[in-house]
């Protein structure tokens, strides 16, 4: 069984995002151990890339941040390596296909396995060309995460019933970003999974309220959180760690709300 699984094992969850390296590797290992400790269910990682066209400016900001720091793929594997020994909730990468290649896909997934990750996320690999990367994931056992934007029902169909981990399912269409209001029918999108795969299904993009995280957990197995903690740690840099606990502390606690 996929070892992702286990972060929907105890009702609905949280999953909180930071960009690696971002304001240093040393902060992000700290983010961490907190977040696991404040109660996230899964957490998931992004590899700074220069050009990450699914983000928006916050995440964008992150990438050049986490570079100019001087955070490298090999750096970011290192410390998560370490991490481990601490880490024991799922971890999952969010990164494009040009750094998967440029590091070797083979190198790439043997490097996941050694550090313990247990899915990968490409926003720019399209359901129609999986197969550049599902094979390498399968063989080295990482589950490449499915990602189901509100699009025509035959293609949300097709995508869940080949979905590995857990299905992302995309709130709203456009880049990532903090949202006062998600008008995508969810229910309708999470349905629609439901009736392909029992794969567990987690909503993101624009949530950053206790109410959204709530909302979104009524309607799908969890919710996920991204620029809303990258906007904390912009906000206080290297004295962050505090400051995110709280949030992933508060998030938690509205998606478990939903369980009672």
Known sequence: MSKIRKAFENGKAFIPFVTGGDPTLDVTEQLLYAMQD????????GIPFSDPVAEGIV???????????GCTTDKLFDMILRARQRVTVPMVFLTYVNPIYTYGKERFMKRC?????????????????????SGVCEQYDVDLISLIAPTSHER???????????????????????????????????KMVKEETDVPCAVGFGISTPEQAAAMARVSDGAIVGSAIVKLVAKHGENAVSAVAQYVREMKAAVRSVNL
């Open 38 to 45: 404040a109660g996230a269910d899964l957490i998931e990682i």
């Open 59 to 69: 995440i964008q900001e992150a990438n050049e941040r986490a570079l100019g720091a």
């Open 113 to 133: 396995v050694e550090c313990g990750m247990d899915g990968i996320i490409v926003p720019d690999l399209p359901y129609e060309e999986k197969e550049e990367l």
């Open 156 to 190: 949300i169909r097709m995508i869940a019933k080949e979905a590995k981990g857990f299905v992302y399912c995309v709130s709203s269409l456009g880049v990532t970003g903090v949202r006062s209001e998600i008008k995508t029918n969810i229910a309708e999108m999470t």
